[in-house]
């Protein structure tokens, strides 16, 4: 079981690896990187911790811009343990008439690791695949900082049972490169 996620997380790395590289020629912006405080809210526990996000525009249209985004998630929960996600995927970012304010849309699929707290043998660990389809907003501060706020939706599959979650996100972010 282990080595077919791990085949899985390999070859779904591989694959955006060399789309980023066929698409870096047409890349029109500059990366944006996003950082804040989580909060993943599951069946009935709230865990708090951080979210990390590098996004780059692969190509720009009127009033969209399509991209590659890469995300990283970590959330503790009291009494239970902590879940991490490694996800990858595609963000649509809108142009509005205020162009201080960039809406985006994405889906990003990959891996949940959830390991248990106060926990011994060998379940206290489990890998699952998540999709998170969801969205969010960056407010322009200046030139290089926005407001990032985000709400994703995350699906994971597990022993086959399917979870709804939600995660809420909010920090910062900025170009890169500047």
């Given amino acids: 079981m282990r080595f077919r996620i791990l085949t899985h997380l390999v070859a779904g790395t591989a694959l955006t690896l060399s789309f980023a590289g066929s698409a870096?020629?047409?890349?029109?912006?500059?990366?944006?990187?996003g950082?804040?405080?989580?909060?993943?809210?599951?069946?009935?526990?709230?865990?708090k911790g951080?979210?990390?996000?590098l996004a780059q525009n692969i190509r720009s249209m009127d009033k969209v811009a399509v991209g590659i985004v890469g995300d990283f998630g970590l959330s503790h929960?009291?009494?239970i343990g902590t879940v991490t996600t490694f996800q990858g995927g595609v963000r649509a970012t809108f142009t509005t008439s205020n162009p201080k304010v960039k809406p985006f849309a994405q889906g990003i699929?990959?891996?949940?690791?959830f390991?248990?707290?106060?926990?011994?043998?060998?379940?206290?660990?489990?890998?699952?695949?998540?999709?998170?389809?969801?969205?969010?907003?960056?407010?322009?501060?200046?030139?290089?900082?926005?407001?990032?706020?985000?709400l994703?939706?995350?699906i994971v599959r597990s022993n086959g049972v399917t979870s709804n979650d939600t995660r809420f996100w909010f920090g910062i972010s900025l170009l890169l490169g500047k």
């Fill in 24 to 33: 870096s020629a047409q890349m029109t912006e500059k990366p944006l990187l």
């Fill in 35 to 47: 950082a804040g405080i989580s909060f993943l809210h599951e069946t009935d526990a709230t865990g």
């Fill in 50 to 53: 951080f979210a990390v996000d």
């Fill in 77 to 79: 929960f009291s009494d």
């Fill in 109 to 113: 699929a990959g891996l949940a690791h």
């Fill in 115 to 150: 390991s248990a707290s106060n926990c011994t043998g060998s379940f206290c660990s489990e890998n699952d695949f998540v999709f998170s389809p969801g969205g969010g907003v960056d407010v322009m501060l200046n030139d290089q900082y926005n407001f990032r706020a985000e």
């Fill in 152 to 154: 994703d939706f995350p």
